[in-house]
């Protein structure tokens, strides 16, 4: 039985057995790892309340672990608060990776990434960000007189009209 004051890491148990006859057999050694702190997670990019024009959002990040990374996911607010996309792969210990995300409709989403190390202890970075996705562009119409002016004035007045769906901030 390993005891309480197990430190974190690879640890070490050396084993002994021996029978009723006296036979005895030393230096068999076992290993065990304990791994009790959770991975930590630096958001990157986007910036909070980032605009994009595009639907396709690649998530930068930096994750950290004491001991092993095993892999990383994205949770967004697209439909309830789950995942949307993982890095299955092993990602390296205090090295920036990216997910991508392909949004289906312009909006506002919260967004979180989720690391998770080899004994899995999980954690997200310590707040969510928002992210809007704007890939609606704005129209303008102008008045449709087919009128000439012909002026020898300084200033001409022109009157348009701008609609934009997802007003920017």
Same mark, same amino acid.
């Given at each position: 039985?390993v ?5 974190e890491g690879?640890?070490?148990v050396?084993i002994f057995?021996? *029978? ?8 068999k050694?076992?290993w ?5 702190t ?5 958001l990157?990019?986007? *910036? ?7 639907k396709?959002?690649t ?8 001991l ?8 967004t607010?697209?439909?309830?608060w789950?995942?949307?996309n993982?890095?299955?792969?092993? /990602?390296?210990?205090?090295?920036e990776a990216g ?5 289906s409709a ?7 990434i989720r690391?998770c ?13 928002? /992210?809007?996705i *704007? ?5 303008i ?11 020898q004035?300084?200033a001409?007045?022109?009157?348009? /009209?701008v609609?934009?769906?997802? /007003? *920017?901030?």
């Open positions: 039985t005891g309480s004051g197990t430190s690879n640890n070490t050396k057995v021996n *029978d009723s006859s006296g036979n005895m057999i030393e230096n050694n076992a065990f790892v304990v791994d009790n959770n991975p930590s997670v630096t990157v990019s986007p *910036d909070n309340s980032a605009w994009n024009n595009t396709a959002m998530f930068r990040f930096n994750p950290l672990d004491n092993n990374l095993k892999n990383a996911t994205v949770f607010n697209i439909s309830g789950n995942v949307n993982s890095n299955a792969s092993a /990602l390296t210990n205090n090295t997910i991508t995300v392909q949004f312009d909006g506002s989403y919260l967004w979180n690391a190390d080899n004994s899995e202890n999980c954690a997200f970075a310590t707040s969510n960000r928002t /992210l809007f *704007d890939t609606t562009p704005p129209t119409s102008t008045p449709t007189s087919n009128r000439t002016y012909n002026t004035a300084v001409v007045n022109i009157s348009f /009209l609609t934009e769906t997802n /007003l *920017d901030q």
